[in-house]
Protein backbone atom coordinates (compact mmCIF):
# COMPACT_ATOMS: atom_id res chain seq x y z
CA UNK A 1 0.00 0.00 0.00
CA UNK A 2 2.88 2.37 0.63
CA UNK A 3 4.43 1.69 -2.59
CA UNK A 4 1.20 2.67 -4.33
CA UNK A 5 0.96 5.72 -2.13
CA UNK A 6 4.09 7.24 -3.57
CA UNK A 7 2.98 6.62 -7.16
CA UNK A 8 -0.68 7.85 -6.61
CA UNK A 9 0.09 11.20 -4.46
CA UNK A 10 1.46 13.58 -7.27
CA UNK A 11 -1.52 12.66 -9.13
CA UNK A 12 -4.05 13.28 -6.21
CA UNK A 13 -2.18 16.35 -5.08
CA UNK A 14 -3.89 17.69 -8.58
CA UNK A 15 -7.09 16.47 -8.07
CA UNK A 16 -9.70 18.79 -6.47
CA UNK A 17 -12.96 17.70 -4.86
CA UNK A 18 -16.15 19.22 -4.53
CA UNK A 19 -20.04 17.59 -3.13
CA UNK A 20 -22.47 20.18 -4.11
CA UNK A 21 -26.24 19.38 -2.53
CA UNK A 22 -27.83 21.59 -4.82
CA UNK A 23 -28.31 24.00 -7.91
CA UNK A 24 -27.17 27.00 -5.32
CA UNK A 25 -24.46 24.56 -4.54
CA UNK A 26 -23.33 23.95 -7.70
CA UNK A 27 -23.80 27.56 -9.10
CA UNK A 28 -21.75 29.09 -6.44
CA UNK A 29 -18.95 26.14 -7.32
CA UNK A 30 -18.85 27.51 -11.15
CA UNK A 31 -18.86 31.13 -10.34
CA UNK A 32 -16.77 31.06 -7.74
CA UNK A 33 -14.00 28.16 -6.51
CA UNK A 34 -13.61 26.73 -10.28
CA UNK A 35 -13.12 30.23 -11.47
CA UNK A 36 -10.02 30.81 -8.84
CA UNK A 37 -8.64 26.66 -9.68
CA UNK A 38 -8.74 27.54 -13.43
CA UNK A 39 -6.92 30.57 -13.04
CA UNK A 40 -4.55 29.78 -10.06
CA UNK A 41 -3.76 25.41 -10.36
CA UNK A 42 -3.86 25.00 -14.14
CA UNK A 43 -6.67 22.77 -13.90
CA UNK A 44 -7.26 21.59 -17.90
CA UNK A 45 -10.05 19.48 -16.94
CA UNK A 46 -13.49 19.64 -14.84
CA UNK A 47 -15.56 16.78 -14.72
CA UNK A 48 -19.32 17.21 -12.90
CA UNK A 49 -20.64 13.75 -12.05
CA UNK A 50 -23.77 13.58 -11.92
CA UNK A 51 -25.73 17.06 -13.30
CA UNK A 52 -28.78 15.27 -13.51
CA UNK A 53 -28.58 14.34 -9.38
CA UNK A 54 -28.57 17.78 -8.51
CA UNK A 55 -31.44 18.87 -10.71
CA UNK A 56 -33.29 15.98 -10.40
CA UNK A 57 -33.77 15.98 -6.87
CA UNK A 58 -34.18 19.77 -6.47
CA UNK A 59 -37.18 20.70 -9.38
CA UNK A 60 -40.33 18.27 -9.64
CA UNK A 61 -42.67 18.40 -12.68
CA UNK A 62 -44.94 21.44 -12.78
CA UNK A 63 -44.78 23.78 -15.48
CA UNK A 64 -43.16 26.35 -13.15
CA UNK A 65 -40.60 24.01 -11.90
CA UNK A 66 -39.62 23.08 -15.06
CA UNK A 67 -38.87 26.38 -16.33
CA UNK A 68 -37.04 26.92 -13.91
CA UNK A 69 -34.69 24.06 -13.83
CA UNK A 70 -34.45 25.48 -17.50
CA UNK A 71 -33.25 28.35 -16.60
CA UNK A 72 -30.73 27.22 -14.33
CA UNK A 73 -29.30 24.61 -16.80
CA UNK A 74 -28.72 26.91 -19.37
CA UNK A 75 -27.03 29.77 -17.07
CA UNK A 76 -24.87 26.92 -16.27
CA UNK A 77 -24.05 25.96 -19.57
CA UNK A 78 -22.85 29.57 -20.56
CA UNK A 79 -20.95 29.62 -17.46
CA UNK A 80 -19.10 26.22 -18.44
CA UNK A 81 -18.85 27.63 -21.79
CA UNK A 82 -17.31 30.90 -20.61
CA UNK A 83 -15.11 29.31 -18.20
CA UNK A 84 -13.80 27.04 -20.91
CA UNK A 85 -13.28 29.85 -23.43
CA UNK A 86 -11.35 31.88 -20.80
CA UNK A 87 -9.23 29.12 -19.34
CA UNK A 88 -9.09 26.52 -22.45
CA UNK A 89 -10.26 23.98 -20.26
CA UNK A 90 -12.72 21.08 -20.65
CA UNK A 91 -15.69 20.20 -19.03
CA UNK A 92 -16.97 16.56 -18.88
CA UNK A 93 -20.33 16.67 -17.88
CA UNK A 94 -22.09 12.94 -16.71
CA UNK A 95 -25.75 12.76 -17.10
CA UNK A 96 -28.22 10.03 -16.22
CA UNK A 97 -30.40 8.43 -19.38
CA UNK A 98 -34.32 6.90 -19.10
CA UNK A 99 -35.83 4.94 -21.34
CA UNK A 100 -38.23 6.59 -23.62
CA UNK A 101 -40.86 5.08 -25.84
CA UNK A 102 -39.62 1.79 -27.85
CA UNK A 103 -36.96 1.59 -25.11
CA UNK A 104 -34.45 4.06 -26.55
CA UNK A 105 -32.60 5.76 -24.28
CA UNK A 106 -33.19 9.54 -23.76
CA UNK A 107 -31.36 12.13 -21.36
CA UNK A 108 -32.37 12.31 -18.08
CA UNK A 109 -32.26 16.25 -18.43
CA UNK A 110 -34.41 16.11 -21.34
CA UNK A 111 -34.23 18.50 -24.60
CA UNK A 112 -33.12 21.56 -22.84
CA UNK A 113 -29.61 19.60 -21.77
CA UNK A 114 -29.51 18.31 -25.26
CA UNK A 115 -29.17 21.31 -26.69
CA UNK A 116 -26.65 22.63 -24.25
CA UNK A 117 -23.71 20.66 -24.91
CA UNK A 118 -21.21 20.33 -27.91
CA UNK A 119 -20.45 16.50 -28.18
CA UNK A 120 -22.55 13.56 -26.92
CA UNK A 121 -19.90 10.08 -25.60
CA UNK A 122 -22.75 7.43 -24.24
CA UNK A 123 -21.05 4.58 -22.71
CA UNK A 124 -23.08 1.15 -22.08
CA UNK A 125 -21.88 -2.49 -21.24
CA UNK A 126 -23.29 -4.74 -24.26
CA UNK A 127 -22.21 -8.43 -22.73
CA UNK A 128 -20.22 -9.20 -19.53
CA UNK A 129 -16.61 -8.12 -20.36
CA UNK A 130 -17.47 -6.05 -23.38
CA UNK A 131 -18.23 -2.11 -23.47
CA UNK A 132 -19.24 -0.39 -26.18
CA UNK A 133 -19.61 3.43 -26.71
CA UNK A 134 -20.44 6.33 -29.26
CA UNK A 135 -19.01 9.97 -29.50
CA UNK A 136 -21.32 12.18 -31.76
CA UNK A 137 -20.80 16.12 -32.05
CA UNK A 138 -24.10 17.37 -31.85
CA UNK A 139 -23.47 20.13 -34.61
CA UNK A 140 -22.32 17.83 -37.09
CA UNK A 141 -23.77 14.45 -38.79
CA UNK A 142 -22.04 11.80 -37.82
CA UNK A 143 -20.75 9.42 -34.92
CA UNK A 144 -17.76 7.52 -33.92
CA UNK A 145 -18.36 3.91 -32.29
CA UNK A 146 -16.26 1.80 -30.35
CA UNK A 147 -16.53 -1.17 -29.01
CA UNK A 148 -13.65 -2.75 -26.37
CA UNK A 149 -13.62 -6.22 -25.29
CA UNK A 150 -11.77 -9.35 -25.09
CA UNK A 151 -8.82 -7.60 -25.52
CA UNK A 152 -9.64 -5.90 -28.82
CA UNK A 153 -10.95 -2.25 -30.24
CA UNK A 154 -13.22 -1.76 -32.65
CA UNK A 155 -14.15 1.17 -34.30
CA UNK A 156 -16.32 2.83 -36.83
CA UNK A 157 -17.25 6.17 -37.75
CA UNK A 158 -21.05 6.39 -39.27
CA UNK A 159 -22.51 9.35 -41.10
CA UNK A 160 -26.19 10.43 -41.66
Known sequence: VTENQNVFNPMLSSVFLFKVHDANDLWELFTNSVPVLLQYKNVKLVVLDSIA????????????????????????????????????????????????????????????????????????????????GFCSNVNERNENIVKIGNGNIESKELYY
Open 53 to 132: AVFRAEFGASASEFRERTLWLTSLSSKMRELSDRFRVAFVIANQVSSGMNNTLRPALGLTWSNCINTRIMLKRVTTGLRE
